[in-house]
């Protein structure tokens, strides 16, 4: 499956129980599972604030190298014209 940062559902309704709601920039997401994992970071399948699914990563900053973040963070907002990308959304 293609995380396109949002990815559309076909329709239904999403039921959640024992989710944890993280807030980002104050809009809340709802982590769902883990769907990858490196060495500083997770990234979850969640319900955006519009209830969309989507992807959040999640970094341990006490272990991440931060420069290396913020370059990601760069890389990715120069790549937002190109379709390949996964959209950022927040950070």
Known sequence: MKFD???RLSGGHHYVQDCRTQLINGKPY???S???R???S???EALGPDMKLCAVKCVDIDVADEQSYRN???LL???QHC???VRLYDQ
Do not use: C, D, F, N
């Open 5 to 7: 940062a949002v990815v």
């Open 30 to 32: 709802v982590l769902l």
């Open 34 to 36: 883990v769907i990858g």
């Open 38 to 40: 490196g060495g500083s």
């Open 42 to 44: 997770k990234v979850y």
């Open 72 to 74: 990601e963070i760069s």
């Open 77 to 79: 907002q120069r790549l």
């Open 83 to 85: 379709s390949e990308i």
